[in-house]
């Protein structure tokens, strides 16, 4: 079960490269799949985290991850808007794209730098 958590943060800190590589470092202003589907990663895979930990012994800092978890739905609602204008070439993405990548940066912050022992 540990190294399925471990997996699971691999995979986690792997959308993160993706959303925020993408955003911030390579495609500026942009959408990529990257962004799309690292975005939908990183939700997937920390409620997953968050399920494990549940089921293990426990030790989240719910405020924490609640406060992740609305700033990593923007993250994605974000990045669906742009990926649907996109597609349907109307309306500008490049905002949208920036603001997931901001985001994106928040919640790594929040992830690293907020105490976790707490409840
Ligand atoms: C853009 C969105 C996100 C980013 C950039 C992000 C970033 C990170 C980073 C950098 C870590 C490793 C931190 C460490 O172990 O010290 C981490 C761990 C974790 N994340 Fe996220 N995360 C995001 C979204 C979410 C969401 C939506 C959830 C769940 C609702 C979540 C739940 C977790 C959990 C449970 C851990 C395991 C570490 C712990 O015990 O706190 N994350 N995240």
Redesign the pocket.
């Known amino acids: 079960m540990e190294f399925v958590e471990h997996l699971l943060?691999l995979i986690?800190?792997l959308?993160?490269a993706a959303?925020?590589g993408s955003a911030v470092f390579v495609a500026r202003g942009r959408v990529t799949r990257e962004l799309i589907w690292g975005?939908r990663i990183?939700?997937l895979?920390?409620?997953l985290?968050?399920a494990l930990?549940e089921m293990g012994d426990g030790?989240?800092?719910h405020t924490?991850?609640a406060v992740?978890?609305v700033?990593?739905?923007l993250?994605v609602g974000c990045t669906e808007i742009a990926g649907a204008r996109e597609r349907k070439r109307s309306g500008e993405v490049s905002t949208l794209a920036t603001s997931a990548g901001v985001?994106?940066?928040i919640?790594?912050a929040v992830?690293?730098l907020w105490e976790?022992d707490e409840s």
């Open positions: 943060v986690h800190l959308g993160l959303v925020i975005a990183q939700v895979s920390g409620l985290l968050v930990k030790g989240l800092n924490k991850i992740k978890l700033i990593g739905l993250v985001l994106a940066v919640n790594a992830a690293t976790t």
